[in-house]
């Protein structure tokens, strides 16, 4: 069970979302391991889009129902 | 294909077979800067070409790109005035049509079979920036202090140095591969400390400008994604006009981040450049209602608009007394406080939030003077969203800090706000969430005494300005994030009014990406599909450390003021690294730019020559294991093999001054004296290395046996005059 994902936190990208924030190219995240480098920053709503640094992927804003957590 | 020496794009020599792809972006990069295509025409279609034939390389192109590229060549090979053009357009169009299936499959699969365009793969720093700048070449050129350079590298790719040196959220570190070894590279620190210098020295220049196109484009909003755009569409040539509001430049970054944190002159500097570039600022003009966007196109001849505005509205709290006290809301409190009302909001205030806002009023507030000042919170501190280190700032302030209170009512009289009525939280799980959520604790309530409230509690775009866009669910406006582009043709949008409110540097490389889409837009070449890749701008030699240094050196603090000078004075917070320190900080770099970790070193050390000296437990993104680059030496024999087996030359050996040297990207593994031959003298290797060869020679066979003193030449020569059987000569002392 977690709250909120976290500054710092290595997470994965596990599915694909079916937010309509959701594009395409973000197929090619789905597996791909990474780091939140900014939260949901004002409101800690469970649909806001997070930042996360992929792994060789760059910089992204994903909807948070395709990450878990890794740790 | 067969195993080629060939040279790649950095002009190394690479054992790897060549890639028509890679071998494509080279000749035409070299055309474009050897100044050969000398009518701006021809060069503007190669860049073009030069551009596409990128996205292949990197996975970005779509259907459309292959085809592109052949008109575009066709073009090019017709050129009526330039030879150079004609052959470079034919060169281009011949390879495509040879290497059709390996372009094709670069298209289809985002993937290099020759490995060719993966070795020219960004450094993880440079990858996580939103604005894609080559982390390893500014800090290795701070590190030389050569900042000037450094700054122009950084320009290349994002307009503000400066401000991003004080305020980036950096992924770069969180993503920084010596983070997994001690502690990341401090490089937000480094960039403010080379924009500082390079501004002080007269060295911050802005980079050449292409010609006038003729061409009008029309930024709305002059934060830090608008001037950004701005920016580069200058650079190309485009009359660039940007409507801003507010009396002023720089959005949220001067609106939004208090002077402690970003002071204005530095906004001031930046923003001033871009004027040098001939960028036109109209401040105090409203979009919508000082001017529309048909008075903007009919009269002004503006063909493209770049929409930035922002995410300017507030959340309320909708709680009973909210809209009868006079309760602030924290961005327009800050904004008022940067446009120069700076008047106490009360005397014990209470700020509701738990974000960098909530932070940068409450900070603010005891700057202004507040007796009490005190942020509620209805997670806990480890839900908190603002960054760890203003929240301990906030603290050493005075800032107190009440978690789990869920707010119930704002109490007052007679207009003015008395107290806050809350209630103790704690967090349950909700059925259908995998997250936790504060629920109120019956009978827990409680109240806070304040004469004010400051709402932090989340911003929103303003759905007012330019409703004709389509939205998305969240109220922002809808764009294809690669492009940037929206549902009206030749409308373009990106930063906060497009991702929520989010951070400056992302910001940035939106209005980059903006930028790279208007101008595909104008020039009717397709737009990527996927998003961009960061350009490596330059390979640069390594700093050599010891490899006992560079376990040592950590990274520095940042020096703050005081905290009791802080709560007086709106004086910067964080007072930038020294010299000394800043140049250490580059030695402490790995350079990842050269080093990609492949882990062929290891392999080849640990499985062919059964050494398994190399213990790089960095290498591993989720499970990195400790690493001391001081122990390699115990092990290691100096002969060589993971240098000769690296595929982009990161791992060296040399020998140098009676020593062979082992260094990984300018980290020395290794230093062991040389061995010469007593006939010749010539150089035989490490001692280590010949025990190694004399271990494994002996377990051939028991009759053969080779000398320790002389080289095999010698031998051979030797044995060739007398006949003689070759036997071990004696014993190396020493």
Known sequence: MTTTFRRGQHVEVFQKSSDESWEPYMDHFIGLHGIIVDPDTSINDPSALVEVSLEGKGTHRLPQDSLRALE | ?734
Not at chain 2, 89 to 107: C, I, P, T, Y
Not at chain 2, 172 to 194: H, L, N, Q
């Open chain 2, 1 to 734: 294909m067969t195993e080629s020496k060939t040279l790649n794009k950095n002009g190394q020599l690479s054992a790897y077979p060549p890639c028509p792809v890679n071998d494509a972006i080279a000749r035409l990069e070299g055309e474009i800067a050897g100044g050969a295509l000398s009518h701006p025409r021809s060069r503007r279609i190669a860049e073009e070409i030069r551009d596409l034939v990128n996205d292949v390389a990197w996975g970005r192109a779509g259907n459309d790109h292959l085809p592109a590229i052949e008109e575009l060549a066709g073009k090019l090979a017709a050129d009526p005035e330039l030879d150079a053009a004609r052959q470079l357009g034919k060169q281009v169009k011949n390879n495509l049509a040879e290497h059709r299936e390996v372009f094709e499959s670069h298209v289809e699969t985002r993937n290099c079979a020759t490995g060719a365009c993966t070795r020219l793969a960004p450094a993880p720093c440079q990858t996580a920036c939103p604005a894609g700048i080559d982390v390893p070449t500014y800090v290795t050129l701070i590190g030389m202090g050569r900042h000037a350079e450094a700054i122009d590298i950084i320009r290349k790719d994002n307009p503000f140095p400066w401000v991003c040196g004080l305020v980036c959220t950096r992924p770069c570190e969180f993503m920084c591969v010596r983070g997994r070894i001690d502690t990341s590279i401090s490089i937000k620190a480094m960039k403010a400390y080379a924009a500082e210098r390079a501004f002080s020295e007269g060295t911050y220049t802005n980079p050449p400008q292409a010609e006038p196109n003729g061409r009008k484009v029309c930024i709305v909003g002059a934060g830090p994604g608008g001037i950004t755009c701005a920016y580069y569409l200058a650079l190309k040539g485009y009359e660039v006009t940007v409507i801003e509001a507010l009396p002023t430049a720089g959005g949220m970054m001067l609106t939004g981040i208090p002077r402690y944190r970003l002071p204005r002159e530095v906004i001031d500097r930046e923003v001033a450049m871009m004027e040098d570039l001939g960028v036109q600022f109209r401040f105090g003009t409203f979009f919508g209602k000082d001017v529309t966007l048909e008075e903007l196109k009919e009269k002004e001849g503006f063909e493209a608009f770049f929409i930035a505005i922002g995410a300017q509205r507030c959340w309320n709290l909708d709680i009973p007394g909210e809209k009868e006290f006079a309760n602030i809301k924290a961005i327009h409190f800050l904004r008022d406080m940067a446009l120069g009302i700076r008047r106490r909001p009360g005397r014990r205030v209470l700020i509701v939030g738990g974000g960098n806002v909530a932070i940068d009023a409450a900070r603010s507030c005891i700057r202004l003077g507040c007796e009490s000042v005190t942020i509620a919170y209805r997670r806990s501190r480890d839900e908190m969203p603002a960054d760890v280190e203003e929240v301990e700032q906030a603290e050493e302030e005075g800032v107190h800090f009440e978690f789990l209170t869920i707010p119930v009512a704002i109490l007052g009289e007679n207009g003015k706000i008395t107290g806050f009525h809350c209630q103790h939280a704690e967090l349950v799980a909700r059925e259908g969430s995998s997250r936790l959520s504060p629920v109120p604790i019956e009978g827990s309530d409680f109240i806070m005494d304040c004469d004010q409230v400051i709402t932090a509690i989340g911003q929103r775009v303003d759905d007012e300005v330019f409703p004709e866009l389509k939205r998305t669910r969240r109220n922002t406006i809808e764009v294809n994030t690669v492009s940037m582009d929206t549902d009206i043709p030749g409308v373009f949008s990106a930063g906060d009014a497009v991702i929520g409110p989010a951070t400056v540097v992302e910001a940035i490389g939106g209005g980059k990406r903006a930028a790279e889409g208007i101008d595909r837009w104008f020039n009717h070449i397709p737009q990527p599909k996927m998003p961009p890749v960061p350009v490596r701008r330059r390979r640069l030699e390594c700093i050599e450390v010891p490899a006992a240094t560079k376990m040592t050196l950590k990274r520095p603090e940042m020096p703050h003021l005081a905290p009791e000078r802080r709560k007086t004075t709106f004086q910067q917070v964080e007072l930038g690294l020294d010299e000394h320190a800043v140049h250490d900080e580059a030695r402490r770099c790995l350079r990842c730019d050269i080093c990609l970790r492949c882990g062929k070193c290891i392999e080849v050390c640990r499985d062919k020559m059964d050494i398994d000296a190399l213990k790089l437990g960095y290498f591993d993104f989720d499970h990195p294991v400790k690493t001391d680059f001081r122990k390699i030496a115990d092990r290691c024999i100096g002969c060589g093999a993971c240098a000769m087996n690296c595929p982009n030359h990161a791992m060296t050996i040399t020998d140098r001054d009676g020593e062979r040297i082992l260094s990984l990207c300018g980290t020395i593994l290794n230093r062991q004296p040389l061995v010469h031959c007593r006939e010749c003298g010539a150089i035989m290797g490490p001692r280590k290395y010949l025990d190694f060869v004399q271990k494994r020679v002996q377990r051939v066979g028991s009759d053969i046996r080779i000398t320790r003193d002389t080289c095999d030449n010698c031998l051979r020569k030797k044995s060739a005059v007398s006949g003689a059987e070759i036997t071990t000569s004696p014993k190396i002392e020493g």
